[in-house]
């Protein structure tokens, strides 16, 4: 797919037009707006690759990505659960209404595959709406460095990547942050949260003493620790007034989990 080979280049579905301009520059003799040499061959190859296993992969995701799904039964199993009462960090990053009646929590991971899809399909899904709903994010680091509940180790930086995005809402630039996090999860290191801060103008240093506080650390213990109470064990965790959302890749799905709280809610 389309946005198959965008992931396979480092490449989000919201930056293609400025790659396809250094792409167009690159093949022109500038390839150092690139960061690989723009060999049509190479890039074909990588294409037929990269297509093939996104192939692969949206057989895998049809019934998610397409609406196959009964909707309406799927509706109904969805509102068969019962609604837990989802606790969240009073200073979380919400995106949307922050005064809307609709709650929708998300426990993610910067180091997660599919955290990083959830990350550009979500709130796109959600644009319609986002007078009526606010999006909290909550973290969730499988990374044994930080999360007491990994008893093995599996996303070593995420931990990090945590503390900078706690970091990044203390300065006020949450979703970009989070946003570059995921286009460069390829590559999460200490040298890139500090990178991506430089390029905000932030200082360097009081940048670094955040992310190593004490305060920051509790932070993230108290998202995990509200996770585990509403019994999250991977990621991403997507609930909606309280009942965990299975389909969050289907965006009809959520749009008529929705339509039917908002009824709810007049």
Not at 47 to 56: E, K, L, R, S, T
Not at 95 to 122: K, M, Y
Not at 214 to 226: V, W
């Amino acid at each position: 797919t389309a946005v198959g080979l965008g992931y396979g280049l480092g490449v989000s579905p919201f930056g293609w037009p400025g790659f396809v301009g250094r792409y167009v520059k690159g093949v022109s003799g500038d390839d150092s707006v690139l960061g690989f040499s723009p060999n049509i061959l190479k890039v074909a190859i990588a294409a037929v690759a990269v297509f093939g296993v996104g192939y692969a992969w949206g057989l895998d995701h049809k019934q998610d990505l397409t609406g196959s799904y009964d909707i309406g039964a799927e509706v109904s199993r969805h509102f068969a659960q019962p609604v837990l009462d989802v606790q969240v960090h009073p200073g979380a990053a919400v995106w949307g209404n922050p005064d809307a009646a609709i709650t929708i929590v998300e426990w993610a991971d910067f180091q997660c595959p599919a955290c990083r899809e959830s990350a550009f399909h979500l709130r796109p899904a959600l644009f319609e709406y986002r007078d009526d709903v606010k999006l909290v994010f909550m973290n969730y680091p499988l990374d044994s460095g930080i999360n007491p509940y990994m008893r093995d180790q599996l996303h070593g930086q995420a931990g990090n990547a945590a503390r900078a995005g706690v970091c990044a809402q203390e300065y006020g630039d949450f979703w970009e942050y989070h946003d570059d996090l995921f286009r460069n999860q390829a590559v999460l290191a200490p040298t890139l949260y500090t990178r991506l801060a430089d390029e905000r103008g932030w200082e360097p240093r009081p940048f670094a003493e955040c992310m190593i506080s004490d305060e920051t650390e509790q932070r993230i213990l108290s998202d995990i620790e509200m996770a585990k109470t509403a019994g999250v064990g991977g990621t991403p965790s997507i609930y909606i007034q309280g009942r965990k959302v299975a389909l969050w890749r289907n965006t009809e799905f959520i749009w008529e989990i929705l339509d039917r709280e908002l009824a709810n809610a007049d």
